[in-house]
């Protein structure tokens, strides 16, 4: 009996403690708000909650980078199902990270699912229909790029523990047959900026006020990186160090679906692509567009199942392919844009009631459960289009009126690396030119051109990049409706006609076109010379300057002898004078040589003073070069984007200091100590900054900067009207809005005509395209050579432009400089640094900083 008793005993404390394991492991979801979609059985307890790591649970508090990067690393190294990897760093030295979720098995053959996946892409007529049965698809899950449309992270957060932790036989089935790139955070500092104001202005218990100081965050904003760049924009262009690294990683996999999570205004509801059907880029195959509404299918579902408010195909678009969610279907994946109303703080009162933080958090955490479950149902499809995609570049190349395009790399070496090295980042392939080409007027010559031919892996991608586009489906943009990035170069570029294509050499090393003429041509006795024009070259200046070395500015053409030989040099050339008052002869030689070669900077060395032709170098016509004192203001009614362009131009290229200036101080600022301040914006104290202009400063104004400096009497301009009257007379109520966004103009580029005698524009072509933004306009100035460049007659170069658009461009100012004093006023009507990728304007930018001091 005693036996029998101790056997049932031990029965029962093993049923017990067995109940207890599965209490302890059978968890939920940690997340106060129910989310009944794509459940799974339990939660593995072996795997830690975010509130185990960070303290708070999601939802409840903003969670900083470094928390979100900390729960990362503890779900790795807890679960055989998670990998993170780093794959760059922000400006302010956070990391980028991923993590790379799948079963077990398949992490341990990892790199073998990658080259396959890749064969799509390199070798997509190898791949066939029944290998596509059988191979893993790639999910590229990607949070919150505005650092300040927060909840996306969160959700990312709560994906990660929902993949690792979940124990369910559909979610295996879906780990078997899907490799997931996790990124939470594609912009760590704006989301820190952010998230340190928010959490510091909240009490114990949260307000919905919407005037509270939590709701309401101070310029610039947490939407954009540390220089203020909306990365958002810059999957094209690629000049942020998040975009690489984020680059990088897209095309070392080559994923089938790419989601992306925003936030828009409080009162709206949720939103998943597709965008407006007649808004969607004409290089992207219909299938892409297909595909993305048979997905959408699957996120109206998830947001039903609790019953969310959603729309879809009513606004945003997937035109311009610096996007994230746009980038992809170039690429022949389906990109995904989700936006979710916004509470910014933990709660907030909108015209639906009071949004809660939490609230958006679900629905982004639920359309990544919706994406995943349409990767699993849909994998097949997805592959299959991609490897479709790539399979019908020869078709697509062979359909088009054109061979490639010839860029000229050799007159403007810098500028054309920058673009060769964009080429790289995205895959496209550039050959240099192996015999002398014409198309249409245009000439170049062998090794001094590249040609990009369309008959090519990314053939739709460089067709896009290329391109110039004046005719559209319709009139309304989300964004830019054309970005030529040839013509952002200021490179001389044609087309070349069908079955034209000429003979080429090896692929091009961006590296060996930026160092094609540079170096110098042996010792001087006198000086060395150099011609003003490569854009790197004021990056050399300042060293030059900062260690010392006096710098002369020739201000009319001059003829030397050089090596032997008879060289012309135009208005700009930069004299170096081997003799310094402060600084020793040898030194000045290493420098020249040290720097020309580290620039790529081709120097001249002279044995004399004397020219054959014009003025000596010593003479009236050599202007000393001051070494710039920069100064940026900023704060509200700033355009952080400019700003931001500004000093990451200045601080990251030309590696100079930049001071950053309170707009609401600058009456108490010691102004002497600069010699340049950049205004962007509106706001400022005009008084102190006209007496320092007075005094021999030069003032540099962008954008609404202009019509600041015009107001206060410091520049000579006249703003133009643009009037709609005519356009809206008789429209109906119902097409008002859609009218009058279609006079609205996005981004267009049009032609300049350039006096490349003026300083600004040394080293300038007589025709320059610009970027063209809004309908804020100057009459050129008045005032004999005041106008440096300005509209041409004819201004249509690429993008869209309404008819009033076409009367009210030509003869406008687009740059122009005044007189003041002892100082100089020098106005760009629009963003000469757009996007840190406009760098055919935005040299003449540097110009203004480097030579305003010389007018």
Known sequence: MNQLFRVVLLLLFATVALSLSNAVTAQSLPFDLPVPYNTVARYDSSVPTPEEVIGHRIGSRHTTPSQVVAYFRAVANASDRVVLEVHGQTYEGRPLIHAVITSADNHRRLDAIRRDNLRLVEDPSGVSDEQLQNMPAVFYAGYSIHGNEAT???????????????????????????????DPMFNPDGRDRFVDWVNRWRGAVATTDPQDLEHNEPWPGGRTNHYFFDLNRDWLPAQQQESRGRLELFHQWKPQLLTDHHEMGGNSTFFFQPGVPSRTNPNTPAI???????????????????????????????????????????NGSIGILFEQASSRALQTETNNGVLTYAFGVRNHFAASLSSLQALQDMRVAL???????????????????????????????????????????????????????????????AGDAVYVPLKQTQGRLAKAILETSRTFTDSLFYDVSTWTLPLAMDLRYAEVPKRKAPSVGKQVVPEDVRKATSGVNGRARYAYLIQWG????????????DKGVRLQLMTEPVTVQADGHRVDLDRGAVVVPVAQLDVPVDSVHAMVRRLADEYAIKVMSVETGATLDGPFLGSGSARQI????????????????????????????????????????????????????????????????????????????????????????????????????SVLAGVSYADLGDTRGAQSLGGSIVRGDVDNTHPVAYGVGTVLPLFQQGTVVYDAPEEPGAAVVTVSDHPEWSGYFSPLHRELLPGTMAIASFRSGRGSVITFAGDPNFRQFWYGTSRLFVNAVFLGSTL
Do not use: C
């Open 534 to 545: 490569p854009y790197d070259l004021p990056a050399m200046l300042y060293r030059l300057l």
């Open 152 to 182: 996306g992270t969160e959700a990312a957060v709560l994906f990660l523990y929902h993949l690792a932790a979940g124990r369910d036989s559909e979610l295996d089935d879906a780990l078997n047959n899907t490799v997931i790139l996790l």
């Open 626 to 725: 001051a070494r710039p004192e920069v100064a940026i203001v900023a704060g509200s009614r700033q355009s952080s984007s400019m700003v931001g362009e500004a000093w990451q131009l200045l601080s990251e290229r030309l590696r100079m200091p930049v001071s950053l200036l309170d707009v609401d101080g600058l009456s108490s600022d010691n102004l002497s100590r600069y010699n340049v301040i950049v205004v962007a914006g509106s706001g400022a104290d005009g008084k102190p900054i006209a007496e320092w202009v007075r005094s021999g400063g030069t003032l540099i104004t962008m954008g609404s900067g202009t019509g600041w400096a015009m107001d206060n009497g410091l520049a000579g301009l006249k703003r133009r009207p643009f009037q709609m009257d």
């Open 383 to 445: 592959l299959k289009n991609q490897r479709d995609f790539y399979r019908s570049e020869t078709k697509f190349a062979d359909d088009q009126p054109i061979d490639g395009y010839v860029i000229e790399t050799a007159a403007a070496p810098h500028r054309a690396a920058i673009l060769l090295d964009i080429f790289r980042r995205h895959r496209i392939q550039a050959y240099v030119l192996a015999s002398h080409f014409e198309a249409g007027n245009e000439k170049f010559e």
């Open 288 to 330: 892409n567009q297909q595909l993305t509404e048979q997905i959408g299918t699957y996120h109206a579902a998830a947001l039903n199942s609790y019953g969310a408010l959603y729309y879809s195909k009513q606004s945003f678009d997937d035109f311009y392919y610096g996007k994230g969610s746009t980038y992809p279907d170039i």
